[in-house]
Each structure stands twice: as C-alpha cells, then as structure tokens.
C-alpha cells in the first residue's frame, strides 16, 4: 500500500489565536481558509516547508475534550493524545517553542526508543506535541 501521512488536525477554541501561534512557532504558511456555514465551521490548512501540514478547525459552542497534562496522562484516555514532529536540534526547538508560549510539559531528554531524544511542549490551548531528534542524518 502506498500511502503517507497527509494532516493532522486539531480542533481549537481560538481559530485566529492558534493560527497566529502555529504560523510563528513552526513558520507554517496558510495553504487554505474555509467556512462551512451551515455548521458554522472554520478552518485553515497550514503547511512547513518541509511538507507537514496540521489542519485547525473551529466551531462555536465547541468544548474542551482531552487535555492531559502530560504524554502518560494521555494514555490513560483512548483517542488523539498528541501529534509529533521532529529536528535535528532538540533543545534550540524546544526552547523557541516555549519562548513563543508553549507550555512545557517535559524538557528534551532520552527516549524509550533507542537513539532518539524527546521533548514534549503543549500549545496555548493545552494540546501536546511531541518533539523528536533522531541520531540519524536530518535531510532538509
């Protein structure tokens, strides 16, 4: 089966707060906007240059649903837990996420996996992401 990952998406209480976030923490550009008015919603694609895209979408009288507040929390609950991404440089990354409002959830250090290094940050509305550094050569 040939097949990749096309988007995550996150469903977000504060459509332009999150996009303006998501655009400065990762330097993601806007692919896409769209409403579907008959539910009422919003919606924006946002793509790094590196072809990762996160979708954010938005709907009035949305509630809060999962919000561990860390990885092993979100285990205890079935469903989405956290998206990942990963660089060549943990620490720098991690510190300019948290810099640009991401709280910190757990600062960079070992993974279970062998050869990997981890770090998890939340975004202004509590949602985790995983921060990942490989051993191996980064392609940029």
């Not at 040939?2 to 400065?24: G, K, P």
């Not at 810099?99 to 939340?122: D, F, L, N, T």
């Amino acid at each position: 089966m040939n097949t990749r990952l096309d988007h995550i998406s996150v469903d977000v209480r504060d459509l332009a707060a999150q996009i303006a976030w998501y655009q400065e923490a990762f330097g993601l550009k806007t692919v896409f906007e769209f409403t579907l008015e008959g539910p009422g919603l919003s919606g924006v694609v946002l793509e790094h240059p590196h072809g990762w895209r996160i979708e954010l979408l938005a709907r009035p009288g949305s509630t809060p649903g999962l919000r561990a507040r860390d990885p092993l929390a979100a285990a205890l609950t079935e469903g989405y837990g956290h998206f990942a991404v990963t660089t060549p440089e943990l620490a720098p990354v991690y510190a300019a996420l948290v810099a640009h409002g991401a709280g910190e959830v757990m600062k960079p250090g070992p993974s279970p996996e062998p050869g990997i290094r981890m770090a998890w940050v939340a975004d202004p509305e509590g949602n985790l992401v995983e921060l990942t550094e490989r051993s191996t050569t980064f392609s940029e």
